[in-house]
Antibody, heavy 120, light 110 residues
C-alpha cells in the first residue's frame, strides 16, 4: 500500500520560506511513471494545484506561485519537497502531497495534509 | 487566466440522479483536458472518484460516472445516497503541465 506523509513546521513567519517534505512509502519515487504533486486548500476554501515533479527532476508549477516556488526530489530518501518563499498570510492553508498517475491530476494517493499557518 | 467553473451548490433527494458540471470561463472542456473528479467531506482528505473523463477510481460505486456533456465535463450520481453529501471538485489539465481545480460544488442530499 502506498503511503504519503507530509512533514514540516506548522507555523511560519511572514516573509520567510515555507518548507515541507513528503515521505513516500510503498512505492519508489525513482521508478518513474508517476508525478509527485503538491496541492493546497485555504481554510474553508477549495483546492489549489501547486505543482509537481517527475522522477527525472522535471517540474511544473502553478504560474501564480512560480516565482516563489521550488519543488525538489530526494531519491535516496524517497521524498520530495516544497519550498515557498516570501510567504504571507494568504499562504496559510492545508498542504497536501499526492501521487499523480499521469501528470493530468489523476491523484490516486494523498497524504493526510498538514496545516501551515503564516503568522508573526 | 482561465477559470474552471462549478456550481457552488446543488441539492438532490435520496434516490434521485444529479449531474454536476465543470466548465471553462473561456472555451469548451474536452477529453484533452483529462477531467478528474474528487469527493471531499469536511476535515477529510479528497478521494478520487473519476479520472480522465470517465475512468472510475478503484472502489468507487458505479453510481458515479463521468462524461463530457456539451461543452463541460460532468459527474453524474445515479441514485444519490445520504453518504454522497460532500464537496465535489473537478480538475482540468490546461496543457504545458498545468492543471486547475474548480471552486467545488457543495452537494446536499435531503
Amino acid at each position: 500500500q502506498v503511503h504519503l506523509q507530509e512533514s514540516g513546521p506548522g507555523l511560519v513567519k511572514p516573509s520567510q520560506t515555507l518548507s515541507l517534505t513528503c515521505s513516500v512509502s510503498g512505492a519508489s519515487i525513482n521508478s518513474g511513471g508517476y508525478y509527485w504533486s503538491w496541492i493546497r486548500q485555504h481554510p474553508g476554501k477549495g483546492l489549489e494545484w501547486i505543482g509537481y515533479i517527475y522522477y527525472s527532476g522535471s517540474t511544473y508549477y502553478n504560474p501564480s506561485l512560480k516565482s516563489r516556488l521550488t519543488i525538489s526530489i530526494d531519491k535516496s530518501k524517497n521524498q520530495f519537497s516544497l519550498k515557498l518563499s516570501s510567504v504571507t498570510a494568504a499562504d496559510t492553508a492545508v498542504y497536501y502531497c499526492a501521487r499523480d498517475q499521469n501528470g493530468h491530476s489523476s491523484y490516486d494517493y494523498w497524504g493526510q495534509g498538514t496545516l501551515v499557518t503564516v503568522s508573526s | 487566466q482561465t477559470v474552471v467553473t462549478q456550481e457552488p451548490s446543488f441539492s438532490v433527494s435520496p434516490g434521485e440522479t444529479v449531474t454536476l458540471t465543470c466548465g471553462l470561463s473561456t472555451g469548451s472542456v474536452s477529453t484533452s483536458n483529462y477531467p478528474s473528479w474528487y469527493q471531499q467531506t469536511p476535515g477529510q482528505t479528497p478521494r478520487a472518484l473519476i479520472y480522465t473523463t470517465n475512468t472510475r477510481s478503484s472502489g468507487v460505486p458505479d453510481r458515479f460516472s463521468g462524461s463530457i456533456l456539451g461543452n463541460k465535463a460532468a459527474l453524474t450520481i445515479t441514485g444519490a445516497q445520504a453518504e454522497d453529501e460532500s464537496d465535489y471538485y473537478c480538475v482540468l489539465y490546461m496543457g504545458g503541465g498545468i492543471s486547475v481545480f474548480g471552486g467545488g460544488t457543495k452537494l446536499t442530499v435531503l
